[in-house]
């Protein structure tokens, strides 16, 4: 298992097989893997002849500085966890200093609008943090194809802007949202949750079931009110937003137009831990 701290060291690891062109598959993480991060290693796995992945926790795309304070580190047990997948996985796990050379900040970037909706109205500057590292790490890795699941999917829609933006020469590849048994889509942050919490949490996924049900029938404003008022029954979750927007675009669903795809988008707190999920209401 061969792990990486500095980028030279990776790059001479990597240059072996780009002169032979193989092709290179690029899982970027923040760590704390569970079986959601596992699963896009293994399409990357079978896609491609070297598998990359990154474990970072990037400063720049927290706009709180509490978050990123107790953002989960658990770098040895991530370390076993892919060897325990597949012991010919790259793993790259730099340090700050690394990537940023002492100057930790973000640059900014134009999406075309995609940065303005949902998680970059409440996360100020998040996706220039995304923007700014993931940009590094393909320039870095240059992989062939690079893994990105639809649990962060207005990440996953940024970051194909940027790759086309930017004539970044990498396939992007969604991956589908793994969720525990319960339903609640898996994510790092559920190891802060309590039990308790953690159970409750499969609510969250319960009502997005429903109001994909709804929308069948009903419009965007009425299912997004349904999700309102139930969240409003259970008083240990506080709703940030809830949004029904076109895949694309992700700008919100004033009139169901046929042809186009939406999809449910929600961000939630309990225990002062923001959870997102999404669902296609396709
Ligand atoms: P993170 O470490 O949370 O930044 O996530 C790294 C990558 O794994 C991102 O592309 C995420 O969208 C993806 N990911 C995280 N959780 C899941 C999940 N439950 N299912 C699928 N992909 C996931």
Redesign the pocket.
Known sequence: MLVFQTQNALQIELKKAQNQSKKIGF??????L????L??LEQSISENEITVLSIFVNPTQFNNAEDLKKYPRTLEKDIALVQELNKNILIYAPTVTDIYKGNTISRSFDYDGLEHQMEGKHRPGHFDGVGTIVKKLFEIVEPTHA??????FQ??QIVKKLVVKHKIPVNVIP?????EPSGL????RNERLSDNARNESKLIYKILLEAKDKFMLKSAKEVTEFVVREFKKHKNFTLEYFEIAEEETLLSCKRKTKNKKYRGFIAVFIEDIRLIDNISLK
């Open positions: 899982v970027p993480t923040m760590g704390a569970h079986r959601g991060h699963s896009l893994y990105f699941g639809e649990k962060d990440q996953l991956c589908e949202i793994y969720r889509a898996m994510s790092s």
